[in-house]
């Protein structure tokens, strides 16, 4: 890349290497923008008579380009690619969706000297026109080679990121007690009500249980007739793990459990299993208050009908002190 001042009629085409302003302090163009002829007249019409603009040399890339490709081959899903200005490009939510992100695709590609991504944590939920991502090049210009580098790590490794829809999922909820069940409903309604109007889900059925072995195991498998997105299960007490009431509901039904403890405070006994495909969560005390627990965490994934797995669980410990 080669910088060189030049005569403002003869600029068009050029790229700026500095930002230009009135003398009033208004900006009228960027650095890095490419001059057009209505530029030039705009220019001219300042007053000004030389323009420091910047030339591409052989075996290089424009930075708006670079950012561009590398931002078309890296996303996929509810997901779409601006330009924006200063050698960048913003992904943004087309509709409602959780954004996944390969992490070590992401360390590998901001490991590199040609392009700096950064994002939103994986499992995060979007709404529709939020950006999620904003990919950054060098300074004008990448090496050619560079950048085919990059663009062969993600065509190699897949989408670094992307956006699963959530499309106004229903979902089953249990409320169980071991007195009745109608005090645990009365106590997380209105909180389960805000949580899932957050992710903007909603309960297609609720019911409410005493904890006992029979009655848990029948509206567990109620509830999963009905085939909802997800089924949550607010309880007043903590589970003793998979032997508990909860756990042998589970069993019992054909359920796989998937993990049983989370590294997130709050939600620590968070406890996942899957029947067939509909995940099922329960997580004593995290409908008490609206404030984000583990349930925060897991739910958009879910919703978007991806299944967290054990390990994806384990690595929630990397900021899950939440409160």
């Known amino acids: 890349m080669r910088a060189q001042s030049v005569d403002v009629r003869g600029s068009e085409g050029k790229v700026l290497c500095c930002a230009i302003f009135r003398a009033g302090g208004r900006k009228l163009l960027s650095r890095g923008h490419m001059l057009k002829q209505d530029d030039v007249r705009l220019l001219e019409g300042e007053g000004l008579e030389q323009v420091w603009v910047t030339e591409l040399e052989d075996g290089e890339v424009g930075e708006d380009e670079a950012v561009l490709q590398v931002a078309r081959e890296m996303a996929g899903g509810a997901l779409e690619v601006r330009r924006a200005a200063g050698g960048r490009a913003n992904l943004m939510a087309v509709e409602d969706c959780c954004v996944l992100v390969d992490e070590p695709s992401l360390r590998r590609l901001n490991g590199s000297s040609t392009m700096v991504v950064a994002t939103v944590s994986s499992f995060a939920y979007a709404r529709a026109g939020q950006r999620?991502?904003?990919?950054?090049?060098?300074?004008?210009?990448?090496?050619?080679?560079?950048?085919?580098?990059?663009?062969?790590?993600?065509?190699?490794?897949?989408?670094?990121?992307?956006?699963?829809?959530?499309?106004?999922?229903?979902?089953?909820?249990?409320?169980?007690?071991?007195?009745?069940?109608?005090?645990?409903?009365?106590?997380?309604?209105?909180?389960?009500?805000?949580?899932?109007?957050?992710?903007?889900?909603?309960?297609?059925?609720?019911?409410?249980?005493?904890?006992?072995?029979?009655?848990?195991?029948?509206?567990?498998?109620?509830?999963?007739?009905?085939?909802?997105?997800?089924?949550?299960?607010?309880?007043?007490?903590?589970?003793?793990?998979?032997?508990?009431?909860?756990?042998?509901?589970?069993?019992?039904?054909?359920?796989?459990?998937?993990?049983?403890?989370?590294?997130?405070?709050?939600?620590?006994?968070?406890?996942?299993?899957?029947?067939?495909?509909?995940?099922?969560?329960?997580?004593?005390?995290?409908?008490?208050?609206?404030?984000?627990?583990?349930?925060?965490?897991?739910?958009?994934?879910?919703?978007?009908?991806?299944?967290?797995?054990?390990?994806?669980?384990?690595?929630?410990?990397?900021?899950?002190?939440?409160?």
């Open 132 to 323: 999620v991502a904003s990919v950054k090049s060098a300074p004008f210009a990448v090496g050619r080679e560079g950048l085919e580098a990059v663009l062969a790590l993600l065509r190699e490794r897949g989408p670094v990121l992307q956006g699963r829809p959530i499309r106004r999922p229903v979902v089953g909820v249990l409320y169980s007690d071991p007195i009745t069940g109608e005090r645990a409903k009365h106590l997380f309604e209105g909180v389960m009500r805000q949580r899932l109007e957050r992710f903007g889900a909603s309960a297609s059925c609720a019911l409410a249980v005493t904890e006992e072995d029979d009655s848990v195991i029948r509206a567990l498998s109620h509830l999963l007739r009905r085939r909802p997105a997800a089924v949550l299960i607010a309880s007043t007490t903590a589970p003793a793990g998979p032997e508990d009431v909860v756990g042998r509901a589970l069993a019992s039904l054909g359920c796989r459990l998937e993990r049983f403890l989370a590294p997130v405070e709050p939600g620590s006994l968070l406890l996942l299993a899957y029947k067939d495909a509909i995940p099922i969560v329960s997580a004593p005390g995290c409908y008490r208050s609206a404030k984000p627990n583990v349930v925060d965490l897991v739910l958009p994934p879910l919703l978007a009908g991806y299944p967290v797995s054990r390990w994806e669980v384990a690595a929630l410990g990397h900021g899950g002190l939440m409160g």
